[in-house]
């Protein structure tokens, strides 16, 4: 791909248009490469470096940059020396449409911050076994913070974009939300999903639009302090409890003040 080109996949239309987008820093190249292993589709990633990076090991293409050039095309002040030209999911993650065998999804509404997905993605790499679903008018996965903030999860959560919240009901059977007025996440009914539903930062999901189908709802226990948890954070305490259910483990203690 031309130079110009590459520069231009930092906005959002090119990297729709040409397919790619692109990853920056050593760490990140890394993740890449194990998740080519993979992933035949990853071997259409190409490598642009500095000489310093010119002996790097790697089944995809290379070309060697001067400073001047890697200086165009990065996105960060301070330049590592290498970046990847990566094709745009499907390519990049398991495929949407493959479901694996006790796979949950996490469906973030209207997800804004680049910090808090890439957060959200990282936590569910972690853990395993779930798909990332984001609606219409979330921040774009492909855009650099969120690519950095997931510190190469990206490659490794199945993840689908423009996926309307009144499509889930014809795809998912059961499905959950968080809400003030819901059930402890510490039952065990809580981790018999197949759906679980975050809104936005701040505005949560439409009421108007949860009441078109049957949502069941859960709660995070907490003193009350505060109006609301960071969304990030509220997703990964999710993952966990799900994760700990899953491998039977028993619950932590619970004070008769911390039952909503």
């Known amino acids: 791909m031309k130079l110009d080109d590459l520069k231009k996949l930092h906005q959002k239309r090119y990297r729709e248009e ?3 987008f692109l990853v920056e820093g050593e760490h990140l190249v890394l993740e890449l490469q194990k998740a080519a292993l993979q992933n035949p589709a990853l071997g259409r990633c190409e490598l642009y470096v500095t000489r310093e990076h010119a002996h790097w090991h790697t089944a995809f293409t290379t070309h060697v940059l001067s400073n ?10 301070t330049p590592q020396g ?4 990566v094709p745009l999911l499907p390519g990049a993650a398991p495929l949407p449409g493959t479901a694996r065998n006790g796979e949950r999804a996490i469906y973030l509404h209207e997800i804004q911050d680049p910090g808090n997905l890439g957060t959200i993605l990282r936590t569910l790499a972690w853990f395993g076994n779930f798909r990332c679903l984001l609606s219409p008018g979330s921040v774009d996965p492909y855009n650099s913070k969120v690519v950095r903030a997931s510190m190469g999860a990206l490659f490794h959560v199945p993840l689908e974009t423009d996926i309307e919240l009144a499509a889930l009901a014809t795809r998912f059977e059961r499905i959950a939300c968080l809400d003030m007025r819901g059930g402890s996440l510490q039952t065990a009914s809580f981790g018999q999903f197949e759906c679980y539903l975050f809104g936005n930062e701040a505005r949560g999901i439409p009421r108007e639009q949860l009441a078109a189908f049957d949502v069941t709802p859960f709660t995070i226990a907490g003193g009350g302090a505060i109006e609301s948890l960071n969304l990030a954070a509220a997703v990964n305490m999710c ?3 799900l994760n700990r259910q ?3 483990l028993p619950p932590p203690p619970v004070s008769p003040g911390d039952v909503p």
């Open 18 to 20: 040409l397919g790619y």
């Open 68 to 77: 001047i050039q890697m200086a165009q095309i990065a996105d960060t002040k």
């Open 82 to 85: 290498i970046i990847a030209l």
């Open 239 to 241: 993952a966990y409890e």
């Open 246 to 248: 899953r491998v039977n």
